[in-house]
C-alpha cells in the first residue's frame, strides 16, 4: 500500500514538473513587431525618438508575461510606403536582440504586428508638385492607394493574421493640402477590407503635440494611440 503511494507520490511530481517547465515555455508567447515611420518609432514632438505608442503596447504586454520579442528595428522615421516595401522584397536583414534576423522571419513569427505609413508620401508628393491643387492632390492620393495596397498585400504574404494600421491625427500644421492629405489617407485605411484600423482623429487633440506645427506627438499622445490599440486588443480577443 505505501509502495502504491509512493509511486503515485512521484508520478504527480513529474506531472507537476511538466506542467512547470511548459508554463515558463509558453507564458511569454507573444512577438510584436512595430513597422512603419516616425510614428511607429517614436519620435517626439523635438524630432527625437522618445516612448511611441509601440513601447507603450510592448510594456503592456511585458507586464501581463506576454511578450517574447520586440523590435522596431524596421521602422524609420523617413520610411515610405514603397520603402519598406522594397524591405520585405529584398528581404532586409537587422540585428535585433544580438542576432542577425530578416523581415519576412520577423513577420512569419510575429502574433501582433501594428502599421503606420503614408504620412511621408503625401508630405512628399505635395513638396514636390509645387503648386498644387484639387486635381493634384487627388493624384497623390489615387497612387498613395496603389502603394498601400500593395505594400499591405505584401506584409500578408508574411504575416496573414491580424494587421493593426495606426491611422493619423490631425496634426497643427498651417498647410491645408497635407491636412487634407492626411485625413484622406486615414479614409483610405478605413475602406480596406484586410486590416484592422485604427482611428485616432477623435483620440488626440493639438494639445498632444508639444510645439505648433509639429508632425508628431509628445508621449502623451503616444499613451493615448497605445491604449486605443490595447483596447481594440482585448475586444478582439474576447470575441
Request: hydrophobic share 35%; proline share 2%; aromatic share 12%.
Amino acid at each position: 500500500m505505501i509502495k502504491k503511494h509512493y509511486k503515485l507520490i512521484i508520478f504527480l511530481l513529474i506531472i507537476f514538473t511538466i506542467f512547470l517547465i511548459y508554463k515558463d515555455n509558453h507564458i511569454n508567447y507573444f512577438n510584436y513587431t512595430s513597422l512603419g515611420d516616425g510614428y511607429a518609432l517614436g519620435i517626439n514632438s523635438y524630432g527625437v525618438e522618445e516612448y511611441g505608442y509601440s513601447d507603450f503596447i510592448q510594456e503592456r504586454l511585458r507586464e501581463n508575461n506576454k511578450l517574447k520579442l520586440y523590435t522596431k528595428s524596421f521602422a524609420e522615421k523617413d520610411q515610405s510606403i514603397n520603402r519598406l516595401y522594397e524591405s520585405i522584397v529584398t528581404n532586409e536583414k537587422k540585428i535585433i536582440d544580438n542576432t542577425e534576423r530578416n523581415i519576412r522571419q520577423i513577420l512569419r513569427e510575429s502574433d501582433l504586428v501594428t502599421l503606420t505609413i503614408g504620412l511621408n508620401d503625401i508630405i512628399y508628393q505635395i513638396s514636390i508638385t509645387g503648386n498644387i491643387n484639387e486635381y493634384q492632390l487627388n493624384k497623390i492620393i489615387n497612387q498613395t492607394e496603389e502603394d498601400l495596397t500593395r505594400l499591405i498585400k505584401e506584409i500578408k504574404q508574411y504575416y496573414p493574421k491580424d494587421l493593426y494600421v495606426i491611422g493619423y491625427p490631425q496634426m497643427p500644421i498651417e498647410n491645408s493640402y497635407i491636412k487634407e492629405g492626411v485625413k484622406r489617407l486615414n479614409q483610405i485605411y478605413k475602406k480596406m477590407e484586410n486590416i484592422i484600423y485604427i482611428d485616432t482623429t477623435n483620440i488626440i487633440g493639438y494639445e498632444d503635440f508639444l510645439q505648433p506645427t509639429c508632425l508628431y506627438p509628445g508621449k502623451k499622445g503616444y499613451y493615448k494611440i497605445s491604449e486605443e490599440v490595447i483596447k481594440k486588443l482585448a475586444k478582439d480577443k474576447n470575441n
